[in-house]
């Protein structure tokens, strides 16, 4: 038998994989993730209402509804493990008339059977009573206290990070384009690198799952691009609302979100086109014009001209909407955690669980015996009491030179971005895990000084600093060569 | 004959300007106010500039140095004086009203630094 | 807790020019506190000229309109702090500052003056559709990047935008070797100087489009094109007008905000056009002892008006602090509104202290639209006290009335202050 270099590969280091690789990562297992972009968090995970659901979505009995219930609970231990922001805001979903009621009924009925703790219908004015900014048109609402909102970009990084000190190897820049059974496991080919081998083989990667399971299945599956925009609006709006305000697809169509952000933005969106560029992350006029003339009916006097950027993402659709999660039939050794859309973010905890017991079961791996159950986030100094505050910058001043003005960000958060475990190698990678360059002026200001600090912490020449994947460099070169 | 149409820059009104050019004869009409004729005929006569840019800095606490044309410069020198400064090297510390290249692409005009650089 | 006569929060023109005059005011103990690694704001990276010819009767430079005011500074030894940035100031005059050295500190100010200049609008405020690569560029990052940092921001670009900073911009890389592709401007009119537009673009042969923006933003990773399209009178993009231009750089000089988050923090009334405080005719905001001046009260077009009105809060904080420090409380005084109507979009001072006041105030606005052959009205109450007839009024030049002390004599109970546009 040859020897292969891993048990475990993981195909893509969105959340759905990171969380994976963490809980194999409790395991005596040798684990290694591809991700094609430089970092971990760049497709779906990036770009979605960062919201945790309650879970009286998914139909019951299915994995969807099961893995968004249980994720939605193990959320909260989880965030203070791994020292990622959540907060249990509580959901509404609108009403608008009294015909639709049956469907609001149907939603509460479905919550129950899904075992969503608390779930309730209330009236359009006790509903006001909660959020003073929905309009009068809400005649009813379900209340679901314990939906959530969470920081994607560092659940994400904190899943990646905490499996890294596991033990996981994670290789960015290595795009796989072709899964190959061999005896005893799979080969992986990577673009412009020396293939992978590995005896089991997890797909987690989104919009691109569908062409990685083809590869092995003749039971083939599609995963359609769901594009969705979204308008991000100044934390001088983030108290618009406290909740997370849904609309219950009505005669009107399906409605958009509007919700505080962990971070005290507030969010609108998505619309949802199906579209087939799996790389398609533009936004339309329409579209960002459909977020606004449909967030207004629920919520009013949104301040729309503190939006500060817009953005598009992609949600993995699969024909059955349904998580396809578990072995394939047909291919040994190969797990599918594929058609990963909404709720994937609230279940990606849950779904790491899931899986990775499946695979080490299956692998007769042991747990090992000294897990680092937590880890531990970077400090943010602007959110720091006094005494906390004043002796970090003791031990480290340069905390206390303040590079983004807008989200208060130091030197010394940017630095440690860098430096930790998985540390960000590009623009994009300081900004989500220390929201450098967030804030309202989106990183006009800090933009120099940030490439400077990335450039000397890592060696990477000016030139050739980017705002994420290779191609995407930010200046052309220096002035005295032209 | 010649005419020249150009846009007044001496306020906001912004007269679009007509110059007609006759041997040594100049006429400006579409002008409101006697500065917009002076400004036309010089603009056609003998157009100036100053230019404005930087220069490379070494072992200095910034990586370059501000400069301009210590006077105005005929607009047809522009790109050769960029040329010029563009070649040019300058080493910390630099002085603000420092010649940094005397008569720059025979024009007459040295080129100043325009700010201090300290070394770093 | 440390005390200072005034602490002024900015280093650029408004906060040292209001140092020097609170200085010559009588002032001693002064405080800049400053967030860059040197003084002088951002006149450091707007390295042509055209500075000064208000102030000092001739062109200067940015960079060396700033230091004359640094050298002020300097030679009357008015301490500052570099690298220092607020985090805090709240109504009573407690300043909280972040550095290196010293770590979080509060002191107590007998007076503040806010100077902490603005910010410019991102793309994602102006919901450009499209993919989101590298290379876009506020116009201001890349003059930053240019000629502090001495980097190329791109080789083919296109500027959303006609203010200023992008027609300076515009120049600036084609000198550098770029090729500068349009100057789009969503507006009938160019919110920029009539000199920029024909020494930046015109000098070039740099096409300025005026009705027309960006609809389409082409590339991935790094920007590779834009699409350009007409706008109608309602600012819509027309169908069928759409215009592709390839470029790897698009500059946006789409506006400047205000930077108030300190003045919101403490809590001081804001402007909701100026998005800067309301100020009375010393400057003073609603809380007492705070003042605003440049660009953090309102966007000025000519940095000379900034350090005109940087000095009059500089001499009103001195006033305040050398008073308070007499039994004798400030006068209370008769405080009448400044409207901005008909085509007058605000006014800065907002309110006007008829006893207290200078025997004349300078009262700066901007209008709403490019008007030709109007009157700037003045109104006590209902009566027209004064017009000047304008040939032409544009919405990217500042403008200006000054109201006498002397006037208000015969207007005892004057309500309000009136300033607008008339066609008669």
Sequence with gaps: MRDLQYDVAIIGGG???????????????????????????????????????????????????????????????????????????????????????????????????????????????????????????????????????????????????NAADNGVEFRFLSEVTEVKPIEGGYELSVEGKEPVTAAYIVNAAGVYADRFHNMVSREKITITPRKGDYCLLDQEAGHHVDKTIFQLPGKYGKGVLVTPTVHGNLLIGPTARDIDDKEG??????????????????????????????????????????????????????????????????????????????????????????????????????????????ALLKERPDYGTIVCRCENVSEGEIVDSIRRTLGARSLDGIKRRVRQGMGRCQAGFCTPRTMEILSRETGIPMEEICKNRPGSEMITGKMEEV | METRNLICIGCPLGCPLTVTMDGEKIEVTGNTCPRGADYAKKEVLSPTRIVTSSIRVTGGRIARVSVKTKSDIPKAKIFEVMAEIRARKAEAPVRMGQVLIENCAGTGVDIIATKTVEVA | MTYHDIVIIGGGPAGLSAAAAARKAGAQDILILERDNVLGGILNQCIHNGFGLHTFKEELTGPEYASRYIAMVEEEKIPYKLNTIVADISADRKVTYINREEGLVTIQAGAVILAMGCRERPRGALNIPGYRPAGIYSAGTAQRLMNIEGYRVGNEVVILGSGDIGLIMARRMTLEGAKVKVVAELMPYSGGLKRNIVQCLDDYGIPLKLSHTVVQIHGKERLTGVTIAEVDANRTPIPGTEEYYSCDTLLLSVGLIPENELSRGAGISMNRVTSGPNVDDRLETDAEGIYACGNVLHVHDLVDFVSQEAALAGENAAAYVLRAKEPAAAA??????????????????????????????????????????????????????????????????????????????????LGKITICTEVE
Excluded: W
Excluded at chain 1, 58 to 73: D, I, L, Q, Y
Excluded at chain 1, 311 to 326: D, K, T
Excluded at chain 1, 355 to 364: E, T
Excluded at chain 3, 335 to 359: C, F, H, W
């Design chain 1, 281 to 390: 992350t533009y936004t339309t006029a329409e579209e960002l014009a459909e977020v606004t003339s449909k967030s207004a009916r629920g919520v009013k006097n949104i301040p729309y001209r503190q939006v500060i950027t817009s953005f598009s993402g992609l949600r993995a659709h699969e024909a059955g909407h349904e998580f396809i999660l578990g072995e394939v039939k047909d291919a040994e050794g190969f797990f599918d955690a594929a058609g990963i859309e909404s709720p994937g973010l609230s279940s990606a905890p849950a779904i790491g669980v899931y899986l990775a017991d499946m695979i080490a079961a299956k692998a007769g791996a042991a747990k090992k015996e000294h897990f680092i159950a937590t880890r531990k986030g970077i400090p943010h100094v602007a959110a720091m009491d006094r005494e906390e505050r004043a």
């Design chain 3, 332 to 413: 209370q005084g008769r405080k009448v509104p400044l409207s901005a109507e008909n085509g007058v979009r605000y006014t800065v001072p907002q309110i006007l202290n008829l006893d207290t006041m200078q025997d004349a105030v300078t009262v700066r606005f901007r209008v709403a639209d490019v008007y030709k052959d109007r009157y700037i009205s003045v109104y006590y109450d209902d009566k027209r006290v004064s017009k000047k007839k304008k040939k032409v009024l544009a919405p990217g030049e500042m403008e200006q009335v000054v109201l006498k002390k002397s006037s208000f004599a015969e207007y005892p109970d």
């Design chain 1, 15 to 161: 959340v759905t994989g990171s969380a994976i690789a963490r809980e194999l990562s409790r395991y005596d297992l040798n684990v290694c993730l591809l991700e094609s972009a430089e970092d971990v968090c760049s497709g779906t995970s990036k770009a979605n209402s960062a919201i945790v659901h309650a879970g009286f979505d998914a139909a019951s009995g299915s994995m969807m509804a099961k893995m968004n219930v249980e994720g939605n609970r193990l959320m909260e231990q989880l965030s203070k493990d791994l020292d990622f922001p959540f907060r249990r805001n509580g959901s509404l979903v609108l009403c608008f008339s009294e015909e639709d009621m049956p469907g609001l009924q149907a939603l509460y009925v479905r919550g129950v059977e899904n075992g969503v703790p608390g779930v309730r219908i209330i009236s359009g004015d006790e509903a006001r009573a909660m959020e003073p900014n929905l309009t009068d048109e809400v005649v009813a609402a379900l209340y679901a206290p314990t939906g959530g909102i969470v920081c994607p970009f560092n659940m994400t990084v904190a899943l990646a990070e």
